[in-house]
């Protein structure tokens, strides 16, 4: 066979190997420069794919924005390694849900406009909260004091995130149960029914006119579906 006719036979072989999971159960996500299965919600923050690593840029008068898998997703384990400006604070939403028009989801002090996320968030940031879950856009404060498991919340935990740095990060959600590690330590564990299910979102927070532009920078970031 001529080479450029078996290279365009090996072609859609080389894009599904891509996609497939290696011998772990993890796809890599951004590893093929694409955004295809996700969607940009709640404001206009842009994002790219340079080399692997997904760069979320803030847009000043944004609200918060997301890049959301376009499909809902319900126990995982998901892996990546993050580097914040240290003006920035950012996160990555779970099982977290896309309003509808006039929707006030219980917990929430009013309704939010359609296209908001809303849901338990994993914190980026360099004040000590890093690792600690928020419900964002809906009760507004931390799981680890709604559900009473401020005990993880160690002086080690508060300091897992090392800023102006990459710092390796794992979440599973497994039914009720959510956990969260920052470069090996544990920084949240607790359990809350009340999301079975959901998008996962990267998060480019808002900021303060006149202020930025800021980035926060993902890599290495590798999603398995679990049972």
């Keep these: 066979m001529h080479r450029c006719h078996l ?48 760069v979320g840029r803030t847009t000043e008068g944004s609200p918060n924005t997301f890049l959301a898998t376009k499909k809902p997703v319900k126990n995982f384990e998901l892996q990546f390694e ?32 359609a296209g908001r996320l809303y849901g338990p968030q994993c914190e980026i940031a360099i004040d000590g909260t890093a690792g600690n879950f928020y419900d964002e856009a809906r009760r507004g404060t931390w799981w680890s004091i709604l559900t009473k498991t401020d005990a993880v919340r160690t002086e080690a935990a508060t300091k897992a995130f090392r800023k102006g740095d990459w710092n390796a990060y794992r979440i599973v959600v497994e039914g009720d149960h959510y956990r969260s590690w920052i470069n090996g330590v544990p920084t949240a564990d607790f359990r809350q029914p009340h999301d079975p299910e959901g998008h996962i979102g990267f998060q480019v927070h808002g900021i303060a006119k006149g202020t930025g532009p800021y980035q926060v920078r993902w890599r290495n970031v590798r999603f398995k579906e679990l049972p």
């Design 82 to 113: 993050v580097n914040v400006d240290d003006q920035l604070n950012s996160g990555v939403q779970v099982r977290s849900h896309i309003a509808t028009e006039g929707e006030q989801p219980e917990g929430a002090g009013g309704k939010l406009p």
């Design 7 to 54: 290279l365009l036979a090996l072609l859609p072989a080389l894009c599904l190997a891509s996609a497939r999971a290696d011998d772990t159960g993890f796809v890599r996500w951004f590893a093929d420069g694409t955004l295809d299965d996700f969607q940009v919600v709640s404001g206009s923050a842009t994002y790219v794919v340079q080399d692997g690593v997904l």
